[in-house]
């Protein structure tokens, strides 16, 4: 028999679309968070706009106003979260006006969360986007004064010390040089105490481990040109959201911070990669975005199944969206759905629920 959803999906507005595993919400994320109950979430990831100083198309705030307006959703993504829960940020660098000195806004952010809204830290990681062109221009193209900015912050924090994670489930493939190491170790290694203090022994890389455990540097090159989403934008007219972060950063923390049918939030979806990574991984997710052009935008992730007709009939239906049905996107059922179907996506009546006005 097929689990009914908790309710957390009851207690939300009706959606704009929804799939099998989630739906995306138009509307203010800290009014949708408000209705969101207690400790019903396992993973925050979000990639918020930047304290910029050039206003950008997606509406990102002043440097001076940022960090209270970002720490202001804090206390109900704290509130939102399970014990074991985490929350991912991604934050940009900047510089301060007029001069090559860094803003440190994003440091500011991590203290506030912290020390005020009771976050910790369980671990910071930085995105390397080795394909981001060089900037600030001033900086770094005009006078050259400075390197290219290609590296994101990336703020794990967790609701309370010992949040779920399991690295296992991201485990990196071996150089060739530990493949040949553990291909005949004794040839190759002798233990002994390193300098460092740490004692290496024969067993230090079992075949059994499956991979290298990566760092806390993740190299993620930003370079979507050819996908789904892209070409779907083209047929419809638009040219897709223009601060989109890769699949592959939600994908790495969704799979080590979450399981199988665990509650993913994303609170300012754009176009929504972080729902559709949680799809594809069979978790379950709730996508937030304030732009009613940005979230229809974003259904089109979901519309690779359907006739190109289709597609720009549902479209142009979103596209002009005042809170009536859900455009349903599940598409056809597939193996993974049906063998995963009693671990928790949603059931038909599931979707009648959040088909309600």
Known sequence: MTRRLPNVFDSLPTPVYKTRSGAAYLGDSKDILAQVPDESVDLVVTSPPFALLRQKAYGNKDQAEYVDWLCSFGAQIRRVLRETGSFVLDLGGAYQRGVPVRSLYQYRVLLKMCDELGFFLAEEFFWHNPAKLPSPIEWVNKRKLRAKDSVDTVWWFSKSEWPKADIRNVLVPYSERMKTLLKNPEKFYKAKDRP???????????????????????????????SSYLRLAKLVGLQGHPARFPAALPEFFIKFLTDHDDLVVDIFAGSNTTGRVAEQLGRRWIAMELDADYIAASALRFMDHLPESKISETFGTLSTWNKGEPADLSGPPTLFDATTASAGRLTDEDHGRLGRP
């Open 196 to 226: 460092s203090g740490h004692e290496i022994s024969m067993g230090f890389g079992s075949p059994g481990n499956g991979g290298a455990i990566p760092p806390n540097l993740l190299q993620i090159p930003n370079t979507e040109s050819n």
